[in-house]
Antibody
Framework: QVQLVQSGAEVKKPAASVKISCKASGYTFTNNAIHWVRQAPGQRPEWMGWINAGSGGAKYSQKLQDRVTITRDTSASTAYMELSSLTSEDTAVYYC????????????WGQGTLVTVSS | EIVMTQSPVTLSVSPGERATLSCRASQSVTSNLAWYQQKPGQAPRLLIYGASTRATGIPARFSGSGSGTEFTLSISSLQSEDFAVYYCQQYNKWPLTFGGGTKVEIK
């Protein structure tokens, strides 16, 4: 069965960086794009960016493009999202999600990783 | 960016009744609209894509309609497991954007 398993919760100080992993299993990793979506407490989901797991090409939201980097390791079937220059406004649950082929919707999601930014 | 607005913010419904949720886009998204269900502490779950196509395993009581800027998610007979927050998402233009959600609560 398809699974996306993310790394554990993180607590970071302002100005630090965080890198979250998303390990895929149950399907051919390079066949589906992986997107990253975050959700601050009580807020709507916010799309951050995506990576073509096959080619490695990535695209980011304009709001975050100076601070976010999405990569992948095909040998490990794992995608990564790194966010730098953290502030308290980056406190959120971060999700990776697989796209449903032929759409840009998300049929499988990771369990979420809580990132808390606090001094 | 395309702004997605959902209404109502909260919908109080009795089990067995019908629920109708609305989603409006600030500009046309054609039929590139999805609906998700989210329960506390869980990731969103894809219900509908292409405005009206149910995702794999989604019960027939969930249906989507609309195109352009106006969309509707209907739940024909609410079950206990359907009380949750529902989000719409457009994928017609970058950046992908989500609505603010409708919380369906027990009346």
């Amino acid at each position: 069965q398809v699974q996306l398993v993310q790394s554990g919760a993180e607590v970071k100080k302002p100005a630090a960086s965080v890198k979250i992993s998303c390990k895929a299993s149950g399907y051919t990793f390079t066949n589906n794009a992986i997107h990253w979506v975050r959700q601050a407490p009580g807020q709507r989901p916010e799309w951050m960016g995506w990576i073509n797991a096959g080619s490695g090409g990535a695209k980011y939201s304009q709001k975050l493009q100076d601070r976010v980097t999405i990569t992948r390791d095909t040998s490990a079937s794992t995608a990564y999202m790194e966010l730098s220059s953290l502030t308290s406004e980056d406190t959120a649950v971060y999700y990776c999600a697989r796209t449903l082929v032929g759409t840009i919707t998300f049929d499988y999601w990771g369990q979420g990783t809580l990132v808390t930014v606090s001094s | 960016e395309i702004v997605m607005t959902q209404s109502p913010v909260t919908l109080s419904v009795s089990p067995g009744e019908r629920a109708t949720l609305s989603c409006r886009a600030s500009q046309s998204v054609t039929s590139n609209l999805a609906w998700y269900q989210q329960k506390p502490g869980q990731a969103p779950r894809l219900l509908i894509y292409g405005a009206s196509t149910r995702a794999t395993g989604i019960p027939a009581r969930f249906s989507g309609s609309g195109s352009g800027t106006e969309f509707t998610l209907s739940i024909s007979s609410l079950q206990s497991e359907d009380f949750a927050v529902y989000y719409c998402q457009q994928y017609n233009k970058w950046p992908l954007t989500f609505g603010g959600g409708t919380k369906v609560e027990i009346k």
